[in-house]
DNA sequence: CGTCTCCAGGTTTTT
DNA sequence: CCTGGAGACG
């Protein structure tokens, strides 16, 4: 059946679906069916004979380019699995795997993520000779990170940390090892010193789309700009009201400059929101008209008036969670809406803990996205660090964190002369047990010797196994065993055979995972390195089957591009939001903090309620706490302010939600 | 020399 | 609550 677009789209999301060549900025607002208009546009492209392998659509959450696909094949009916749709990062490892051997890498390269990361750079300073402790890693981390996305640059403030740098750099190319920031910058570096690759990626790029462009880093446009400079079919859709990654390296001026770089351009506005009611997208439009630094537009909708925005000031932490929940449980009761249509907002991980306890103990079922996602388990990482040394035994990050894990009998002296060896012959570590393995003499204990010898045998054995080409599920499963991982768990929670047996089951879990992946006939990689890479970039959890009818608590941040029909946006305190150690680093993030009060707002369809505690237990200190200056952007006329409670009297608020109950529709 | 146990710290937001 | 590190013990 061909497409009813006309029928299926207003006016503007028409004119973008349907315009497909040439250079195209949408401009689209909160709300405003920009999904909708991506996936229609691509189904349209299909319906004009473009083909799927054209296409290239990205991302910037696993999530998204998962929704999106799957609703594009809605949309048509077909299996489309020749079509692109996927996250940068995801898309940076697909060009890596076939082309990094050009830059002298291995492409059973290891992907770091942040923990990794840091592994590594204390690796490079204790080789150095420089205590790790005596360092800040997590800070180095990041400006690594804002080194190599040319986002910082050397200063004298940092120029200490040169050399370190450097030698972080040699351990990853040594480990034959990428992080997140080489995801997009090595394609980069690729694509330049080989026209010929670039060449052929244009060439079969022809249609190229991306969304959420607001978010995209400096080094990410290149990438997208390089990729498109051919062809000019390059489509950007993003909002610049809802940047909010700036921190991560996103560089909204990207919309600007791509103005400059594509001035044929056709530039569209989606505006009419379809998702809030007047009074919440009136408080969202009047705030965000505080910052000065965006592009003019006013988003208007046809819905209806609905509801005030409400505002309770409880007393703490506690009382702030007690009070969500019990506006739940009326609502849920007396009004009939489901668990799944509240969203409950907080802008940082940690002020989610006191809420979950509420939930929990209410047996409200809530699902948080946030927080660390399954395949970041010590558990997981143990069982994945011995696949990745399948693959690649050079990736000393991995290597250490099994090679006595188990215990084995290799301990801090032994490891230390391993690393002497490595260091003196520029060797991966495990290289040198190798080496030390068939040296004549040993500077390690006879017994430590007949330890490294068995880990080098398990290693290879399993190695051989992986490359035979068998079922690798069975492979991993014996190797599992073979290792005793259980026999670990049991020793190293002795005290608690409950976590060790949760800790096992997990393990299990994450085996179906595997074998339904290596079971599954749409997957063309095969291979465990292609599951492995697939996995280290889900770093948060994905929604499965069994969350569904379930309550949604999350980061404002993990809450863009969804909608919920009542929203609990907590914590809205001076400090939080905006956030104090935001507007330390660079008080001119205030308008970034705006932007996400401005996404907070527009997720809620019909409702929104806002807590901001009096005082709140920050450490071991309670503070008093004041409400967010934001709220001071709303006109008064759209929020319902709620007096402060006196006292905790029971009497009085029964009496209270009574009220709320009859007033609620 | 390796292992076990006890203690401190927890990093805004995430691919 | 969980993880990583330091120091005591075998």
Redo the contacts with the bound molecule.
């Keep these: 059946m061909p497409l009813q677009l006309k029928k299926e789209l207003n006016e503007k999301q028409y004119q973008a679906a349907v315009q497909l060549e040439g250079p195209l900025l949408v401009i689209a607002g909160a709300g405003s069916g920009k999904t909708r208009m991506i996936t229609f546009r691509i189904a349209y492209m299909l319906e004009m004979g473009i083909h799927q392998s054209n296409i290239l659509a990205l991302t910037?959450?696993?999530?998204a380019a998962l929704e999106m696909s799957e609703r594009v094949k809605e949309i048509t009916g077909q299996k489309l699995s020749n079509l692109t749709v996927s996250?940068?990062?995801?898309f940076g490892v697909k060009v890596l795997r076939k082309t990094i051997d050009k830059l002298g890498y291995k492409d059973t390269f290891s992907i770091y993520?942040?923990?990794d990361k840091?592994s590594a750079i204390?690796n490079a300073a204790r080789e150095m000779g420089i205590h790790?402790?005596s360092l800040?890693?997590?800070?180095l981390a990041n400006l690594f990170s804002g080194i190599k996305m040319g986002r910082i640059k050397w200063n004298d403030g940092n120029r200490q940390f040169k050399e370190l740098y450097n030698s972080y750099m040699e351990h990853l190319f040594l480990y034959n090892a990428v992080d997140?920031?080489d995801l997009i910058n090595l394609p980069i570096k690729i694509f330049k010193e080989f026209p010929d690759i670039l060449k052929a990626y244009q060439q079969q790029f022809k249609y190229i789309m991306v969304d959420e462009f607001q978010d995209t880093s400096s080094r990410q446009y290149e990438f997208i700009k390089m990729l498109g400079t051919r062809y000019r079919n390059l489509c950007v859709v993003g909002d610049d009201d809802q940047s909010?990654?700036s921190?991560?390296g996103a560089n909204y001026q990207n919309i600007v400059n791509f103005e400059l770089d594509f001035p044929e351009l056709v530039e569209i506005k989606l505006e009419q929101n379809y998702r809030s009611t007047k009074n919440i997208l009136a408080a969202a439009n009047k705030l965000i008209s505080h910052n000065k630094n965006r592009k003019e537009k006013e988003l208007w909708t046809g819905v209806e008036h609905g509801r005030s925005i409400e505002i309770f000031y409880p007393e703490n932490e506690t009382r702030e969670a007690e009070f969500i929940t019990e506006m739940i449980q009326t609502l849920t009761l007396k009004e009939g809406v489901k668990y799944h249509d509240f969203g409950i907002l907080v802008?940082?991980?940690?002020l989610s803990a006191m809420i979950e306890n509420a939930l929990l103990s209410d047996n409200i079922p809530y699902k948080v996205s946030?927080g660390k996602?399954f395949f970041q388990?010590?558990e997981i990482k143990d069982i994945v660090a011995y696949m990745r040394i399948l693959e690649n035994p050079d990736d000393d990050v991995n290597l250490l964190r099994i090679l006595?894990t188990p215990?084995?009998?290799?301990?801090?002296?032994?490891?230390k002369?391993i690393r002497e060896l490595a260091d003196r012959q520029d060797y991966s570590l495990y290289s040198a047990m190798v080496a030390l393995k068939w040296a004549a003499d040993s500077p390690?204990?006879q017994?430590?010797k007949a330890s490294i010898d068995d880990f080098i045998d398990l290693i290879e054995y399993f190695r051989e196994k992986i490359a035979e080409g068998q079922q690798l599920v069975p492979a991993i499963k014996n190797l599992i065993e073979r290792i005793d991982y259980w026999g670990y768990l049991l020793?190293e929670h002795?005290k608690n055979d409950k976590?060790a047996k949760w800790k096992y089951k997990n393990v299990g879990i994450f085996m179906d995972i595997f074998e339904r992946w290596e079971k599954n006939p749409d997957n063309k990689g095969k291979g465990l390195i292609n599951f492995l890479n697939k996995i280290t970039?889900i770093?948060?959890d994905e929604e499965s089957d069994d969350e569904k009818g379930k309550l949604n608590l999350?980061?404002i941040?993990?809450s863009k591009g969804l909608e919920f029909e009542i929203v609990f946006l907590a914590g809205v305190e001076n400090n939080i939001i905006p956030?104090a150690?935001?507007i330390e680093?660079n008080p001119d993030?205030i308008e970034e903090e705006r932007r996400?009060f401005y996404v907070a707002i527009t997720r809620a369809k019909k409702k929104l309620f806002m807590t901001s505690c009096r005082t709140r237990k920050i450490g071991h200190e309670i503070v008093d706490t004041g409400p967010s200056p934001f709220l001071e952007e709303i006109p008064k006329e759209l929020i319902e302010f709620h007096v402060p409670e006196t006292s905790v009297d029971q009497e009085e608020a029964e009496d209270y939600f009574a009220r709320i109950k009859s007033s609620f529709k």
């Design positions: 910037f959450t696993n999530k996250t940068f990062h995801a993520d942040q923990t840091i204390k790790p402790e800040d890693t997590f800070e997140f920031d909010i990654y921190w991560r802008r940082t991980n940690s946030g996602s388990r010590k006595n215990r084995r009998g290799i301990g801090n002296a032994t490891l002369k390690v204990t017994k430590a020793l002795q976590v970039l770093t948060r999350m980061t941040h993990a956030h150690r935001s680093e993030n996400l």
